[in-house]
Structure formats: structure tokens, C-alpha cells
């Protein structure tokens, strides 16, 4: 049971369980695409989309996510991107089972499974595990952010015309083509926009200080919760969706506080709230 009074005991346990269950599933994942690049085929379907695919191995990370989670922590809600779920009273699990399934699908290394617990709406601990490097993010609320145990820091960017910018694109055409025009408008004023394809991914290089800032519109609570809180804590300044409506109801922006305001100024004056 949550207290106030053991806040930082609560949440390492939490954090802990979730490097636990993400890992097991790392390790299902990792397995899968050697078996595929070797060969060996995987089913594929689509959701939104034609571009917006999964795999089975999406749906067997999250089952094995699943069934760990009711084995540590019997009874908590769970929300998974494939099986749904919904938030609930007590500790709620956000999953991301593979987020960059198009990166796993093509056999590029920048995916990773995302597990994070919410407490209200709020993420209070969270892992975010590659399973090709093995490199494990972590975050527990008032705790600070790590990879492998090292402490992560945000960059000590000051210039928005060195500003190196990570960013995403939705799934319909129409939408990828508005996203692309701010983008176009906003290269001008930065050092250089980066792509990786896993939000995730793009929250964690944040707080490693890789990039300086991330902005992207249309995710959901499984591609941030882990990632966001991660960022957070190594000192960036994140907003959310529906936090924000200067950026749109349904912006994630992740930056370095000696550019997060010049930044979003400029995404602002590039139309990025209407893409």
C-alpha cells in the first residue's frame, strides 16, 4: 500500500519491479529479432494504419509484462498499448512492449520496452530496457534518473541556434505532412533535427544530455510514462499531453532549461500547434 511516509522506499520498489518485468520482456524481444534476422518470419498486423503495424512479439512482450506484474504485484491495474487496460485506484503499470516496433520490424537496433508505475495519473518510477545494447534507463520520483547506474544530466545548452532537436511523426499521411512543414520551418533556427523512432529512446537521450530537447505530438501514456519521467528527473523541463495548449493538446516537450523557453518559443512561431 502507498504512503506518504515511505515515499522513496515505495517507489525503488516500484522502479525495481519495473526493471525486473521490462527486462524479462528485453530478453523475449532480443530473442525474437535474432531469430528473425536469421531467417525466420514474424506475423505482422496493422492498427490505425497501414504504417501503424505490430507484431506477435509486441503481444508476447506485453502477456510476459503482464503475467510478472501479477506474479510481484498481484491486483494493480495495468495499460498496455496492445491488450488496453485502464488506470485505477493505487499503483497503474503503463507498457509499451516494444516502442519503435517499425525499428524491430526492419532489424535497426533503436527500439526498447517501456514499464512504468502511476500513481494518480503521475509516474513515480519507470525502466526503459534496449534489448540489443542491454542498457537499462531507470527513474524513481524525487530520485534522480540512471543508466547502467550512472547518473544521467541534462545538457548545458544555452543557444537555441545549437539546439540539437529530436522529434517524431504521426502515422496518417496527412499528419506527417503538416509535421513536416514545422520541422522544415524549425531547422532554420536549431543545429539539427534527429528522428530515432522510438519516443521512448527520445525522452532518455534528453536526459543523457545525447540531444537537447524533444518535441513530439500524438503519443500515448505508454510512450512516455517511463521515458518523461526519466528526462524529468535528470533536470529537464517536460510538459504532457493536455499540459500545455500553446504546444497543442497532445504535445510531449522534453528540454534542457537553458533553451526549453527560446525553444518552445520558436516551436510555437513554426506552427508546431497546429500539426
Aim: charged share 20%; net charge negative; glycine share 10%.
Amino acid at each position: 500500500m502507498w504512503s506518504h511516509g515511505c515515499v522513496g522506499a515505495f517507489e525503488t520498489e516500484l522502479k525495481d519491479v519495473a526493471v525486473q518485468v521490462a527486462g524479462a520482456a528485453a530478453t523475449l524481444v532480443r530473442q525474437a529479432r535474432e531469430a528473425m534476422l536469421t531467417g525466420q518470419s514474424v506475423q505482422v498486423d496493422t492498427k490505425s494504419t497501414d504504417t501503424d503495424v505490430v507484431t506477435a512479439v509486441d503481444r508476447a512482450s506485453e502477456r510476459l509484462v503482464r503475467e510478472r506484474l501479477a506474479e510481484l504485484r498481484p491486483g494493480e491495474h495495468v495499460l498496455g498499448e496492445e491488450e488496453g487496460g485502464s488506470a485505477g485506484e493505487g499503483v497503474t503499470w503503463v507498457v509499451d512492449p516494444i516502442d519503435g516496433t517499425v525499428n524491430f520490424l526492419y532489424g535497426a537496433p533503436a527500439f526498447v520496452v517501456s514499464v512504468a508505475a502511476q500513481v494518480d495519473g503521475v509516474s513515480v518510477a519507470g525502466a526503459v530496457v534496449e534489448p540489443v545494447d542491454g542498457r537499462v534507463w531507470t527513474a524513481a520520483r524525487g530520485e534522480g534518473a540512471w543508466l547502467d547506474g550512472r547518473r544521467l544530466h541534462v545538457s548545458a545548452a544555452q543557444r537555441l541556434d545549437l539546439t540539437l532537436v529530436a522529434t517524431g511523426f504521426g502515422y496518417a499521411a496527412e499528419r506527417r505532412a503538416r509535421q513536416a512543414r514545422a520541422v522544415a520551418e524549425l531547422l532554420g533556427r536549431v543545429r539539427d533535427i534527429r528522428r530515432p523512432g522510438a519516443a521512448s529512446l527520445d525522452l532518455c537521450a534528453v536526459a543523457a544530455g545525447w540531444t537537447d530537447a524533444y518535441v513530439e505530438h500524438g503519443l500515448h501514456r505508454w510512450d512516455w510514462a517511463a521515458g518523461a519521467l526519466i528526462a524529468a528527473e535528470a533536470g529537464a523541463v517536460v510538459s504532457l499531453p493536455g499540459e500545455d495548449t500553446a504546444l497543442g493538446t497532445d504535445a510531449t516537450f522534453a528540454a534542457a532549461p537553458g533553451i526549453a523557453a527560446p525553444l518552445h518559443a520558436a516551436l510555437v512561431e513554426c506552427g508546431f500547434k497546429d500539426v
